[in-house]
T-cell receptor, first 118, second 115 residues
Framework: GAVVSQHPSRVICKSGTSVKIECRSLDFQATTMFWYRQFPKKSLMLMATSNEGSKATYEQGVEKDKFLINHASLTLSTLTVTSAHPEDSSFYIC??????????????FGPGTRLTVT | KQEVTQIPAALSVPEGENLVLNCSFTDSAIYNLQWFRQDPGKGLTSLLLIQSSQREQTSGRLNASLDKSSGRSTLYIAASQPGDSATYLCAGRLMTTDSWGKFQFGAGTQVVVTP
């Protein structure tokens, strides 16, 4: 159980275009999902917290107009990178918390999406 | 702000040796700490989750300890195997109510186990 999927696993897009990444909790409901970014050989950096039915909370330094987050249902959150530039190329990982498990606080991570902007 | 540090950054051991990976955090108001494994180009696999009220967790060859007072957690991997080669990340979850579930990750320890 507790599986999180991401789609696509890899995407290449041209500068100036937008790309959408989906994060789904497959066998549980997630009121809260998190989006991370990882640079090569670096750790994960939290970008934003996505809450079902409300606006996302962005970390300091993350442009909310560039990284649009929508959490329309209890099993789906999307991250849209708008007007992508080569410096947006990175590995994006989402995680989700099971709404029925508020005690342990465990997060379940997706397999990640490799974005390359040419 | 919680700072999480992992030492060493890289580690190479021969097969069969025990691995000791260290994680330190600056804020003792930690709710829990989780250890992950990441293979190259892949997502994270959760290994062990230790709640702040616990001192250690064990799963097979893996044992993780947590000492809140000293701000440290240690992951032990017994009798290492080449398949244990990966990057190991620790992440501390903050206790403040306005950051429910927010993790602060360390930079990771890259482990290579040679046959």
């Amino acid at each position: 159980g507790a599986v999180v999927s991401q789609h696509p696993s890899r995407v290449i897009c041209k500068s100036g275009t937008s790309v959408k990444i989906e994060c789904r909790s497959l066998d549980f409901q997630a009121t809260t999902m998190f989006w991370y970014r990882q640079f090569p050989k670096k750790s994960l950096m939290l970008m934003a917290t996505s809450n079902e039915g409300s606006k996302a909370t962005y970390e300091q330094g993350v442009e909310k107009d560039k990284f649009l987050i929508n959490h329309a249902s209890l099993t789906l959150s999307t991250l849209t990178v708008t007007s992508a530039h080569p410096e947006d190329s990175s590995f994006y990982i989402c995680s989700a918390r099971d709404r029925q498990d508020r005690a342990s606080g465990e997060q379940y991570f997706g397999p990640g999406t490799r974005l390359t902007v040419t | 702000k919680q700072e999480v540090t992992q030492i060493p950054a890289a580690l190479s051991v021969p097969e069969g040796e025990n691995l000791v990976l260290n994680c330190s955090f600056t804020d003792s108001a930690i709710y829990n700490l989780q250890w992950f494994r990441q293979d190259p180009g892949k997502g994270l696999t959760s290994l062990l989750l230790i709640q702040s009220s616990q001192r250690e967790q064990t799963s097979g060859r893996l044992n993780a300890s947590l000492d809140k007072s000293s701000g440290r957690s240690t992951l032990y991997i017994a009798a290492s195997q080449p398949g244990d080669s990966a990057t190991y990340l620790c992440a501390g979850r903050l206790m403040t109510t306005d950051s429910w579930g927010k993790f602060q990750f360390g930079a990771g320890t890259q482990v290579v186990v040679t046959p």
